[in-house]
């Protein structure tokens, strides 16, 4: 049985009546790790242990190290995460709850990422946030789910951050022969960098990220989904900081479920910015979730 559950899936009454067509949620935030992750990185962590491997290692300070904590716990395997002195005190107890260690390491994700891979020996794996063709296919299953539901779509708005889940979700398009279909790539003004790099004809690095969309905070998008934008009807949507917090407040309380402001970005292409589903009438968006910024957070934003 895979590590991940299959999800709801629900037509959204409120984001329905306020953009004038059909809103379809597939509800992820309700994967037990809080994310959609769990999908490839439970495949990703399957597979390795199928292939001899004895732990994993993760240099993510958020939802993709509590994916792989939780798929460690799950398959009973030691799991270390390395990360930088960044992370939030939420994060690190998400991930220890699922008995994984947590090893504090430099200031930047870069140092942390570089002792996670010098830990990295013949019997560890480590897990890769989004840039593994493993987890890609895991990721795809978001959209087995929805045509096994027997939705027809004509749209998917997604959040994207390395781009492993735009990599997935065209797969599952793809091997459901759905090619076709518009994908509308959602990130936040700090994290744009798709955008940018559909901006400049080529993969870019953005010098540095900013905002609270942190689980959006790759500077670079992975090959994959940089090819996949210029091969592939995607449109690129970038919403602020603002737009993004309310989005979560606002389904939040149409939908009772609280997101971080990475999914915001998404949720809110419906909330704020619904000229973009002008062409479209059925839009599935991907409620990748997040477990990192609870209500708490949410509203100091808020209020800041
Ligand atoms: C990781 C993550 C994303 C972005 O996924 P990528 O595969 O890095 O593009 C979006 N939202 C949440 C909540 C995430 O954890």
Same mark, same amino acid.
């Given at each position: 049985?895979? !590590?991940?559950?299959?999800?709801?899936?629900?037509?959204?009454?409120p984001?329905?009546?306020?953009?004038?067509?059909?809103?379809?949620?597939?509800?992820?935030?309700?994967?037990?790790?809080?994310?959609?992750?769990?999908?490839? *990185? &439970?495949?990703?962590?399957?597979?390795?242990?199928?292939?001899?491997k004895?732990?994993? /290692?993760?240099?993510?300070?958020?939802?993709?190290? *509590?994916?792989?904590?939780?798929?460690? +716990?799950r398959?009973?395997?030691? /799991?270390?995460?390395?990360?930088?002195e #960044?992370?939030?005190?939420?994060?690190?107890? %998400?991930? +220890?709850?699922?008995?994984?260690?947590?090893?504090?390491?430099?200031?930047?994700?870069?140092?942390?990422?570089?002792?996670?891979?010098?830990?990295?020996?013949?019997? #560890?794996?480590?897990?890769?946030?989004?840039?593994?063709?493993?987890?890609?296919?895991?990721?795809?299953?978001?959209?087995?789910e929805?045509?096994?539901?027997?939705?027809?779509?004509?749209? /998917?708005? %997604?959040?994207?951050?390395? &781009?492993? !889940?735009?990599?997935?979700?065209?797969?599952?398009?793809?091997?459901?022969? !759905?090619?076709d279909?518009?994908?509308?790539?959602?990130?936040?003004e700090?994290?744009?960098?798709?955008?940018?790099? *559909?901006?400049?004809g080529?993969?870019?690095?953005?010098?540095?990220?900013?905002?609270?969309?942190?689980?959006?905070?790759?500077?670079?998008?992975?090959?994959?989904?940089?090819?996949?934008?210029?091969? +592939?009807?995607?449109?690129?949507?970038?919403?602020d900081?603002?737009?993004?917090?309310?989005?979560? #407040?606002?389904?939040?309380?149409?939908?009772r479920? /609280?997101?971080?402001?990475a999914?915001?970005?998404?949720?809110?292409?419906?909330y704020?910015h619904?000229?973009?589903?002008?062409?479209?009438?059925?839009? !599935? *968006?991907?409620?990748?979730?997040?477990?990192?910024?609870?209500?708490?957070? %949410?509203?100091?934003?808020?209020?800041?």
């Amino acid at each position: 049985m895979a !590590l991940h559950l299959e999800t709801p899936l629900l037509e959204s009454r409120p984001l329905s009546l306020a953009t004038g067509r059909s809103v379809w949620l597939k509800m992820d935030a309700l994967q037990p790790p809080g994310s959609f992750k769990i999908r490839g *990185i &439970g495949a990703a962590c399957e597979h390795h242990v199928r292939n001899g491997k004895r732990r994993f /290692v993760s240099s993510s300070g958020g939802n993709a190290g *509590i994916a792989v904590a939780y798929a460690g +716990r799950r398959l009973s395997v030691p /799991v270390s995460v390395f990360v930088p002195e #960044t992370t939030t005190e939420r994060a690190k107890s %998400l991930i +220890r709850q699922e008995g994984a260690e947590v090893f504090v390491h430099g200031a930047s994700w870069q140092d942390a990422n570089e002792r996670a891979l010098a830990a990295v020996d013949a019997e #560890t794996a480590f897990i890769h946030p989004f840039d593994d063709p493993i987890l890609w296919a895991g990721h795809a299953t978001i959209i087995d789910e929805v045509v096994r539901a027997g939705l027809s779509l004509d749209a /998917v708005v %997604l959040s994207v951050g390395g &781009g492993g !889940l735009l990599s997935g979700v065209a797969e599952g398009l793809a091997r459901n022969g !759905l090619q076709d279909i518009p994908i509308i790539a959602a990130e936040t003004e700090g994290t744009g960098s798709l955008a940018a790099s *559909i901006k400049a004809g080529k993969l870019v690095e953005l010098p540095s990220v900013s905002g609270i969309a942190t689980s959006l905070g790759a500077r670079k998008v992975c090959e994959r989904a940089f090819e996949i934008a210029r091969t +592939r009807p995607v449109e690129s949507v970038v919403v602020d900081d603002r737009s993004a917090l309310e989005a979560c #407040t606002r389904f939040l309380d149409d939908h009772r479920v /609280v997101v971080e402001p990475a999914c915001g970005a998404a949720l809110a292409v419906a909330y704020s910015h619904f000229d973009r589903l002008a062409q479209h009438q059925r839009v !599935l *968006i991907v409620v990748c979730g997040g477990a990192t910024s609870p209500v708490s957070q %949410l509203q100091a934003w808020q209020a800041s």
